[in-house]
Nanobody, 124 residues
Framework: QEQLVESGGGLVQAGGSLRLSCAAS????????IGWFRQAPGKERDFVAA????????RYADSVKGRFTITRDSAKNTVYLQMNSLKPEDTAVYSC?????????????????WGQGTQVTVSL
């Protein structure tokens, strides 16, 4: 069964860094776009970043540009989200997802597989 598993979340002070991982199992997602989304309490799930299957194309939400970096290691079937200069407003459950589209997309409806999420909490 196809599965995406996130890890790397935790509690960090404002200005700190975390690296999230999204590991795929059950099938290879090497030719899928992988995206990260986040959902804060009482809010909708928002797009954060996405990366093409080759890693050559990326897309970011305006709120994280210059602070977050998405990369992928196809050999390990893993996508990473490096988060720097974290702010309290980055606090959310972060989930990764896989899309069959050829280019990174910020639309949730284009993603077919979803992980369970990992909590990121940024304190003042």
């Amino acid at each position: 069964q196809e599965q995406l598993v996130e890890s790397g979340g935790g509690l960090v002070q404002a200005g700190g860094s975390l690296r999230l991982s999204c590991a795929a199992s059950g099938r290879t997602f090497s030719n899928y776009v992988i995206g990260w989304f986040r959902q804060a309490p009482g809010k909708e799930r928002d797009f954060v970043a996405a990366i093409s299957w080759s890693g050559a194309s990326t897309r970011y939400a305006d709120s994280v540009k210059g602070r977050f970096t998405i990369t992928r290691d196809s050999a390990k079937n893993t996508v990473y989200l490096q988060m720097n200069s974290l702010k309290p407003e980055d606090t959310a459950v972060y989930s990764c997802a896989a899309s069959r589209l050829a280019v990174p997309t910020n639309q949730r409806r284009h993603y077919d597989y979803w992980g369970q999420g990992t909590q990121v909490t940024v304190s003042l």
